[in-house]
T-cell receptor, first 116, second 113 residues
C-alpha cells in the first residue's frame, strides 16, 4: 500500500515568503507528527495530531509556524515570513493509533525547504 | 527530560566485518528505545525497537541491539556489514503517553569494499 507522502519534495523560498508543506498520511492512521531536520542533525519534534486535534505543539519554534489537520487526514505545515534559519528538511510521520510506544511511526520522504 | 547520545558521528568498516554503533540514553523512567536508518533521499525506516520486553532485540537486515540498564546503553550491532548498510543511523527514545520521538544526532556508517 501507499506510504506517507509529502509535497512538494523541494521548496525554495525567498526570505519573508510564506510556505505551505503538505503531508498525506497512511490511510486510517490516527496519529500524525511533524519533525524538522536541520542539516547534519537528527529530526526534532514539532507537533502532534490525534485525528484533527492538535495535542502537542510544544516543538514549534515560533508563532510563524502553524500546523493543521482539519479533517483528521491530510495535514499542512505553514511557515509565515520565512527566515534563513527555517531551512531544513520537514518530515511527516503517521502511526496507526494514538499513544503507546508499540505504534510504529512511518515517515515520509520529507520536504527540503531552502530559504534564500 | 529524555535524551540520547550517539557516541560516534562516523563509523567506517570494511564489507564483511562487524558493525557497532554506540548509543547511551538518559531517561527518568523506563524508556522505549529505537534505531532508525535513513538512506539518502529516502524516508526514515525503523530497524528495531525495545519496549521493556526482551533486552536483546532483533531487527531487520540482520541488525540487533541490547538494552543494558546498568550502562544506560542501547548499542546497535551487526555481525557482517554489507555495502547496502551504508546510511545514517539514529538512536531514538520516546516518552510515555504518545510516541513523541527524541532523536540522537546520528551516526554515518561508511562501508568500504
Amino acid at each position: 500500500g501507499a506510504g506517507v507522502s509529502q509535497s512538494p519534495r523541494y521548496k525554495v523560498a525567498k526570505r519573508g515568503q510564506d510556505v505551505a508543506l503538505r503531508c498525506d498520511p497512511i490511510s486510517g492512521h490516527v496519529s500524525l507528527f511533524w519533525y524538522q531536520q536541520a542539516l547534519g542533525q537528527g529530526p526534532e519534534f514539532l507537533t502532534y495530531f490525534q485525528n484533527e486535534a492538535q495535542l502537542d505543539k510544544s516543538g514549534l519554534p515560533s508563532d510563524r509556524f502553524f500546523a493543521e489537520r482539519p479533517e483528521g487526514s491530510v495535514s499542512t505545515l505553514k511557515i509565515q515570513r520565512t527566515q534563513q534559519e527555517d531551512s531544513a528538511v520537514y518530515l511527516c510521520a503517521s502511526s496507526r493509533q494514538g499513544g503507546g510506544a508499540d505504534n510504529e511511526q512511518f515517515f515520509g520522504p520529507g520536504t527540503r525547504l531552502t530559504v534564500l | 527530560a529524555q535524551s540520547v547520545t550517539q557516541l560516534d558521528s562516523h563509523v567506517s568498516v570494511s564489507e564483511g566485518t562487524p558493525v557497532l554503533l554506540r548509543c547511551n540514553y538518559s531517561s527518568s523512567y523506563s524508556p522505549s528505545l529505537f534505531w532508525y536508518v535513513q538512506h539518502p533521499n529516502k524516508g526514515l525506516q525503523l530497524l528495531l525497537k525495545y519496549t521493556s520486553a526482551a533486552t536483546l532485540v532483533k531487527g531487520i537486515n540482520g541488525f540487533e541491539a541490547e538494552f543494558k540498564k546498568s550502562e544506560t546503553s542501547f548499542h546497535l550491532t551487526k555481525p557482517s556489514a554489507h555495502m547496502s548498510d551504508a546510511a545514517e543511523y539514529f538512536c531514538v527514545v520516546s516518552n510515555t503517553g504518545f510516541q513523541k520521538l527524541v532523536f540522537g544526532t546520528g551516526t554515518r556508517l561508511l562501508v568500504s569494499p
